[in-house]
């Protein structure tokens, strides 16, 4: 079974930082692409950041702008997002999202949302002053 589980989410202020983890089991994670993804109240989910199954190569939205930085430990079965200089459009649910098949390739730029797969009740993220 597929388990994907936020956490690290919290409340931050404008220019703050928090670090996301998300804790996986049930799948071989070494081999997925893995990605985040967010959700404001009200609006559809978007693609946040993709890595690589070695860790080597990733891609982030435009809206990143440098400020995330997504990691894995694939000793630990562990992804990690980085979240910097936050701003109050930062805020959100973020979710973890493994990739739908370990070929998949359409997790660069521009990656659809609705591909990826999620499983945790995902992360919030609250950016206010």
């Known amino acids: 079974q597929v388990t994907l589980v936020e956490s690290g989410g919290g409340s931050a202020q404008p220019g703050g930082s928090l670090r996301l983890t998300c804790a996986t089991s049930g799948f071989p994670f070494n081999d997925y692409v893995m990605s985040w993804a967010r959700q404001a109240r009200g609006k559809p989910i978007e693609w946040v950041c993709s890595?690589?199954?070695?860790?080597?190569?990733?891609y982030c939205a435009d809206f990143v702008e440098g400020r995330f930085i997504i990691s894995r430990d694939n000793a630990r079965n562990t992804l990690y997002l980085q979240l910097n200089s936050l701003k109050p459009e930062d805020t959100a649910e973020y979710l973890c999202?493994?990739?739908?098949?370990?070929?998949?390739?359409?997790?660069?730029?521009?990656?659809?949302?609705?591909?990826?797969?999620?499983g945790g009740q995902g992360t919030q993220v609250t950016v206010s002053s």
């Open positions: 999202a493994k990739a739908p098949s370990p070929s998949y390739l359409n997790w660069k730029h521009g990656s659809d949302a609705y591909d990826w797969h999620y």
């Open positions: 890595i690589g199954k070695d860790g080597k190569d990733t």
